[in-house]
């Protein structure tokens, strides 16, 4: 199994970035499409962006043209580069597989982003 180590978060305040990454231990990460995820207290987690093998990205819309998805298949990592940061973008974030069932245990820890003045 691939396993996904989240970092990056942190305290900011609204308008603010951050950049969070995404470690995997296994070069076969490259061939999948991965995904950044969060969840806010009391809410689901919910899809946040995509990039697959090749590059092609998708958003949410509520992130759209303030988050970017990338990666770097040589070095197993993705990436979430996050401006505009709203109070509302406070969750704790998570990257994984998209697009495919993902077992309970194929979750990390996350990465605690919390956006406030």
């Known amino acids: 199994q691939v396993q996904l180590v989240e970092s990056g978060g942190g305290l900011v305040q609204p308008g603010g970035s951050l950049r969070l990454s995404c470690a995997a231990s296994?070069?076969?990460?490259?061939?999948?499409?991965m995904g950044w995820y969060r969840q806010a207290p009391g809410k689901q987690r919910e899809w946040v962006a995509d990039?697959?093998?090749?590059?092609?990205?998708n958003y949410a819309d509520s992130v759209k043209g303030r988050f970017t998805i990338s990666r770097d298949n040589a070095k197993n990592m993705v990436y979430l580069q996050m401006n505009s940061l709203k109070p509302e973008d406070t969750a704790i974030y998570y990257c994984?597989?998209?697009?495919?069932?993902?077992?309970?245990?194929?979750w990390g820890q996350g990465t605690q982003v919390t956006v406030s003045s």
């Open positions: 994984n597989r998209f697009g495919v069932p993902m077992p309970s245990d194929s």
């Open positions: 296994r070069s076969i990460f490259s061939i999948y499409t």
């Open positions: 990039i697959t093998s090749g590059g092609t990205t």
